[in-house]
T-cell receptor
Framework: TQLLEQSPQFLSIQEGENLTVYCNSS?????LQWYRQEPGEGPVLLVT?????EVKKLKRLTFQFGDARKDSSLHITAAQPGDTGLYLC?????????????FGQGTILTVHP | GAGVSQSPSNKVTEKGKDVELRCDPI?????LYWYRQSLGQGLEFLIY????????KSGLPSDRFSAERTGGSVSTLTIQRTQQEDSAVYLC??????????????FGPGTRLTVL
């Protein structure tokens, strides 16, 4: 069974601060996705990373996939209250398990004005 | 275009009753997934349908849970003899594996199930 350990579980910061969320596994994933979920809604895809060492930027968000494709990080620069939400990483093992995503436990981010 | 829709949005039931949750995926998506989410937690995989293949039921927690997908589109998740520990948000997602991208899943808003 593949597991994704996501940390920290909770993050409470002030507007303007930077933060990093980590997603780690002992298993290799063919791709890894980050989702953001707001209360009462389903998760929404932010980004997919597929190449070891890949870095993707989405405005103030920077996503990195580890060289060995076992870990990933999400870095937010100058956080804003609108960034508040639940952030989830999800790994796709590929192969015969292609359709299934393994989700981390999530990071609840609160950005205070 | 229309996203994934789920109904009902909220369901309150009594312990021991059966419930049915419905999911309408994005038109043309061949893959459909059901997940369960406890408050503020990650998603627990339940079942996965892909085209005409036999569904992957490896995540169903007990034989009280079942799901079907009719005509390769709408899906129904059924929970028989509900228990209080079944209370959670049930999320449905659909995707188009093999197309552009890497199996990005599009989620519905979920059904919040409360078992009293």
């Amino acid at each position: 069974t593949q597991l994704l350990e996501q940390s920290p579980q909770f993050l409470s910061i002030q507007e303007g601060e930077n933060l990093t969320v980590y997603c780690n596994s002992s298993s290799v994933f063919s791709s890894l996705q980050w989702y953001r979920q707001e209360p009462g809604e389903g998760p929404v895809l932010l980004v997919t990373v597929v190449t070891g060492g890949e870095v993707k930027k989405l405005k103030r968000l920077t996503f990195q996939f580890g060289d060995a494709r076992k870990d990933s990080s999400l870095h937010i620069t100058a956080a804003q209250p609108g960034d508040t939400g639940l952030y989830l990483c999800a790994g796709n093992a590929g192969g015969t398990s292609y359709g299934k995503l393994t989700f981390g436990q999530g990071t609840i981010l609160t950005v205070h004005p | 275009g229309a996203g994934v829709s789920q109904s009902p949005s909220n369901k309150v039931t009594e312990k021991g009753k059966d419930v049915e949750l419905r999911c309408d995926p994005i038109s043309g998506h061949t893959a459909l997934y059901w997940y369960r989410q406890s408050l503020g937690q990650g998603l627990e995989f339940l079942i996965y349908f892909q085209g005409n293949s036999a569904p992957d039921k490896s995540g169903l927690p007990s034989d009280r849970f079942s799901a079907e997908r009719t005509g390769g589109s709408v899906s129904t998740l059924t929970i028989q003899r509900t228990q209080q520990e079944d209370s959670a948000v049930y999320l449905c997602a659909s995707s188009s594996p093999g197309g552009l991208g890497y199996n990005e899943q599009f989620f519905g808003p979920g059904t919040r199930l409360t078992v009293l």
